[in-house]
């Protein structure tokens, strides 16, 4: 077994260097030499730790991932039809600004370029893949909206920030559920698929992962807008919101919450820790916002003290986080559980160091710690 860290940040350098010990040629994570938001979500955990530790290691893993698909031109080759293309996109701007170099530059305006060629609902939301038609998905607000922010931000495209506010009140407007508080995983304007509900259009469960992409999407939204931006309080108050609805669905007794967020009682549901993660990281997100209080902070503790208590340890002292949900689509409440679970899946792996990055500088603020303890 391996010892076990004394803090977040700590737990987030082990799962880090857990998996550069698996992986030690970066293009060889999974799915190997391929851009792909897996390793981007990974490497977008990576990089936040490198933010707070500045350890060149980790910038140099992640400029080797990069480095190994983009070349010296700019080129790389991404699937062209799917929001999912987009989200690894976000690993080029920490580059371009270190090093100059224009093929990060020119890689980003390819992936921004993208974004114009999608199919889009009739309200002109983003189908999530041309393989679903028609359909918008939780998922991609963080897989293309966080990158647009950046992108405006930095190559000064003020206009792609409506885009992206309109792309989330789309999903508000159609897959909120005003009695829980919480979103659908996808919503279907042509009402086609089995699973789309016939007046609404909405999928029929609230599946954690993307919840989890939502309120990352949110919170690092809130961090990317200007304070003057047009819809950004409104943006504010439905984080919050749904800041609320995730602390009432949390399981009290492990910290975390369930594959079907609203079903606990269910005895075939189970406890997902992706979903988890990315909870624990809004959560901690909203209360150094200024949105959430003292439940949210407890709720954060709670969810992060949940996540290291699952985590097992390879026969080299290697951490592996268990129990993460494979891709999935949407569908029924059978789909959701019968779902595969895996180990250090890096959808899960990266979550897992966003949510002990933010805890770290959650609770090493100099205000009054008593609303992040128990």
Same mark, same amino acid.
Request: hydrophobic fraction near 40%; glycine fraction near 10%.
């Given at each position: 077994m391996g010892q076990r860290p004394d803090s977040p940040i700590a737990w987030a350098k082990k799962a880090c260097d857990s998996m550069m010990d698996i992986y030690q040629d970066a293009g060889t994570l999974p799915p190997a030499h391929r851009w792909h938001y897996h390793q981007g979500v990974f490497l977008c955990g990576m990089e936040q730790l490198w933010e707070v530790v500045?350890?060149?290691?980790?910038? +140099?893993?992640? +400029? #080797?991932?990069?480095?190994?698909?983009?070349?010296?031109? !700019?080129?790389?080759?991404?699937?062209?039809?799917?929001?999912?293309?987009? +989200?690894? !996109?976000?690993?080029?701007?920490?580059?371009?600004e270190r090093t100059g170099k224009s093929k990060y530059r020119i890689a980003a305006e390819k992936?921004?370029?993208?974004?114009? &060629?999608?199919?889009?609902?009739?309200?002109?939301?983003?189908?999530?893949?041309?393989?679903?038609?028609? #359909?918008?998905?939780?998922?991609?607000?963080? %897989? $293309?909206?966080?990158?647009?922010?950046?992108? $405006?931000?930095?190559?000064?495209?003020?206009?792609?920030?409506?885009?992206?506010?309109?792309? *989330?009140?789309?999903?508000?407007?159609?897959?909120?559920?005003?009695?829980?508080?919480?979103?659908?995983?996808?919503?279907?304007?042509?009402?086609? %698929?089995?699973? $789309?509900?016939? *007046? &609404? @259009?909405?999928?029929?469960?609230?599946?954690?992962?993307?919840? @989890?992409?939502?309120?990352?999407?949110?919170?690092?939204?809130?961090? =990317?807008?200007?304070?003057?931006e047009p819809g950004r309080a409104e943006l504010a108050r439905a984080f919050s919101s749904f800041v609320d609805a995730l602390i009432r669905y949390q399981d009290q007794e492990s910290g975390l919450w369930y594959q079907v967020v609203d079903k606990g009682d269910r005895p075939d549901n189970w406890l997902e820790t992706s979903?988890?993660?990315?909870?624990?990281?809004?959560?901690?997100?909203?209360?150094? +916002?200024?949105?959430? @209080?003292?439940?949210?902070?407890?709720?954060?503790?709670?969810?992060?003290? @949940? =996540? &290291?208590?699952?985590?097992?340890?390879?026969?080299?002292?290697?951490?592996?986080?268990?129990d993460i949900c494979i891709g999935t689509s949407a569908g029924d409440y059978d789909h959701y559980v019968a779902r595969p679970k895996v180990k250090n899946d890096l959808h899960g792996v990266g979550a897992f160091v966003m949510a002990c990055t933010q805890m770290e500088m959650l609770l090493s603020r100099k205000e009054d710690p008593a609303d992040v303890h128990l």
């Open positions: 500045q350890e060149e290691k980790y910038i +140099q893993y992640i +400029q #080797q991932y990069v480095d190994d698909l983009v070349d010296e031109q !700019g080129n790389l080759m991404f699937a062209r039809d799917e929001l999912d293309a987009v +989200q690894a !996109g976000l690993l080029l701007f920490p580059l371009y992936l921004r370029y993208l974004l114009l &060629t999608l199919n889009r609902t009739s309200e002109g939301g983003y189908w999530h893949k041309d393989k679903y038609p028609y #359909q918008m998905w939780l998922d991609g607000l963080y %897989m $293309a909206g966080v990158f647009s922010l950046k992108y $405006a931000n930095a190559f000064g495209e003020s206009g792609l920030r409506a885009e992206v506010l309109h792309q *989330e009140k789309l999903m508000r407007k159609h897959m909120l559920d005003a009695k829980s508080g919480l979103l659908y995983h996808a919503w279907d304007e042509s009402r086609r %698929m089995p699973w $789309a509900n016939p *007046e &609404t @259009g909405c999928s029929p469960e609230f599946w954690s992962r993307s919840l @989890g992409w939502y309120g990352l999407a949110l919170a690092q939204f809130l961090d =990317l807008l200007p304070a003057d979903g988890s993660c990315l909870f624990v990281y809004t959560l901690a997100k909203a209360v150094q +916002q200024g949105l959430a @209080g003292e439940d949210a902070g407890r709720a954060a503790l709670r969810g992060y003290e @949940g =996540l &290291t208590q699952v985590v097992e340890w390879d026969d080299k002292g290697r951490l592996v986080l268990p």
